[in-house]
């Protein structure tokens, strides 16, 4: 049966998310330029700005072993499955690949795109500071900004005015107050949209024609704010780390055999992908970039203030704890990454400090569900109480 | 014969010398950090300034009292630092939980020494959160980290440059305030030259290797850079090196080697693991085959001229043309340094697949080699890992090429069977390639 209303929204949003090359053959048809961008650490907006439109490189959760004679298996799965989407050629309609200075995992991607998956020649690495807290990192920030400005305009043989990037900023605006509406849904006892449906369309929203997402995010949205909550209340779960574009393993964590509800991705494939603005109407576009891009939730690779050695990020956990009142939270990352559970160990204090029982998974290219379903029931068991 | 080293004696008091007074001083400041962090600034602070540094310190720990430092990297990971994390960072962290430190004479003190800032560098995804975990440990200590972002031609890049020189500019301000001391920029000056001198003597020592037979081993070259990477800014750590470099421009005049048997010449890429591992030195050492050139012994703290008309060179640089830099202010002297260390050879394929390459042919190039050897290091997040699968697809048609894991320092990591039959056949292959047929 056809679904209709938000279940068909949520449906295409999540189809765009599972079949990202396929969207990316509909652009190519329809006359459009896209690029590629490996981190999101990558000014989207200069893109948009000059007609093209960036898409992020996402997985497919193959088994393969191609690339183990690419990249050494020590790097996370993610990164693997990433040059695997290149080497396969799924991605070949793209017209450049772009990736900014940033986790050395997924600078190695982007090599063997470049080296071995036929994008020589369409390709640009960004200088990107490590650190983003200081005061030189904003005037290197908005120098490496314009060059690439100039790289795009290049490429594309057009200037990009500072109205086409006024207009950029405008619409990446709004994507992020859309999305920033949608996960406040999850706050809420009863929501109306459960947490995997949310993560889905983050996820394709980076995948996406921003103006195109954008029209259907507020379809969603009008929709979602005439129902009520749906969802029984369940445990409420967090979930805090790195890349995860498996929705599949979302799905598991509210399909246990007690009624759980996650209310919270902090991972850049969820709200760190969008929980910033950049300030619009300022004279200089490039530094209002380079100052929305500073104020993002800083990825663990790029967090460290500077006199202190703070971690900015978990300020900014600790708030959404505050925030979203999770029952227990569970640390996300990728095998082999090495910043994100280096502040797992840091983190994990904290939480245990405020009380809220966790648990950790380590991801790889597939999941093993059966594990990670015990994993799961047995902090669920923990936060209710369940004796054995 | 094989020739021995007689400014050896020099260079293991000054490396135990330095880490004796980072633990024993009864006074001054203890300034931690990594390796990789221009160490001039701290010595603005005054002439009391004992400074530990990450990674050579937990390498020199390793291979001094292997057994202790086991027990350390159990304490990180159970403390939760992950398997496949930095085991240099995991031996360091590993000491802070145990509360005791092991140095070069052996000496194991009871009481972990807190430093009283770190002063380090932002490179690799873990590199500052190695000492934001050691900060935490013990309670918060004033840390300062800069972002060395580089790779390629960074230290020809004037954004690039400008951008680090603003940070350390920034640094000296911070270390100012956290300290109390006042800055001297004599000092400071002086240091600056001190750094970049033994850089470029360092580099000068390498290059020699391009001479027939090398002059100086891997073993050898491992265990005479201590001084550069330990503390390079003091005029008896110039000293050293000059001394060296006059020795070992004497043996190649008289055609010398501490290892005369030089059938094979050896292009190495990996960390430092034939020193724990020596099993595979002598598998090659038993067939006349010798590493004369490795990115990390020569640049992890020599310069050498680098990308000249869009192609590496491991020529070295004129040690005269350190004598004459400009470094009359204090922003002079800051650029100078960020020149320097952005130029360090081991960070340009952190950042930088093409300048791995380009420093990878032309290696094989100018130190004219017979084999490639690239050992990727597991818990690695720099170039010591970076790219190494790739290069072995690039490589294997032009020279003999093989490629085994290693480790820094975990010898748990390494597959020791495994690795000597690579290495076995890598002796066959080049000797097969000489004959012409492979």
Known sequence: MEKKGRDAIIERFRHIAENT?????????????????MCTHVPEEILYAAGIVPLRILTSHESQAMTRGYIHETYCSFSHDCAYQGLKGDYDHLDLIVTSSSCIHMGEAFNVWVRFAGFQDKSYLMQYPHIIHTKPAGGFMAESFKQFKEFVEKLTKRSVTDNDLEEAIKVYNHNRRLLKRLWEFLRHDRPPIT?????????????????????????????????????????????TGGACDDLGLFDLMEHLRYDTSIIFIDSCTAARYFWFEVPEGRHDKLEALAEGYIGKIPCPAKDTVPGTGEKKRFRFVQQFIEDFKPDGV????????????????????????????????????????????TQLEALVEIIKGVTP | M????????????????????YLFAPGGLRCMGSTWSPLAPLKGLGDDIHVIGGEPHSASAAGTVPAECREDIIAAETGGLGFHSCSYLKLFVGEVIRDKIAITDKTIKDGYPRPDVIWTTHLCSQHSKWYQEVSRRLGGVPMYAIDMIGGGNAEKDPKIVNYVSDQIEAGIEWLQRVTGREFSDELFVKAVRNEIKVLVLWGNICALNMHSPAPLDERRLIALFPPAVVDRTTDESVRIYEKLLKEVKHMVENGESVAPDQRFRIVYFGIAHTYGHPEMARILRDVGAEIVASVYTFGTCGNFKGIVNGKWTWEPIDPAWVDELDLSTRRKAITELSKIVLGWPTWQGVRSYWALEEMAKAMVAEYKADGLLLAPSRSCETDFRNGYIAMQRIFKNQIPTIEYDTDQVDVRKMDLPGAQRKTELFVHLMEAHKKGGA
């Open chain 2, 2 to 21: 094989a020739y021995n080293i007689t400014t050896w004696g020099d260079v293991k008091n000054y490396q135990t010398n330095c880490y004796r007074n």
């Open chain 1, 195 to 239: 947490g995997p449906e949310v993560a889905a369309v983050t996820l394709a929203s980076q995948v996406m024609d921003k103006k195109e997402c954008n029209g259907m995010l507020e379809q969603l949205i009008e929709r979602l704010e005439a129902e009520p909550g749906q969802a029984a209340p369940g445990v409420r779960l967090m979930v």
């Open chain 1, 330 to 373: 569970i640390f996300l990352y990728q095998r082999f990454c090495s910043p994100q559970p280096m502040d797992v160990v840091a983190l994990k204090p904290i939480v245990d400090k405020l009380g809220i029982p966790s648990t950790e998974l380590e991801l790889d290219t597939t999941v093993p569900k059966a594990q990670f379903q």
């Open chain 1, 21 to 37: 090359p396929e969207y990316v053959r509909s652009l190519k048809e329809k006359g459009r330029l896209s690029a590629g961008y």
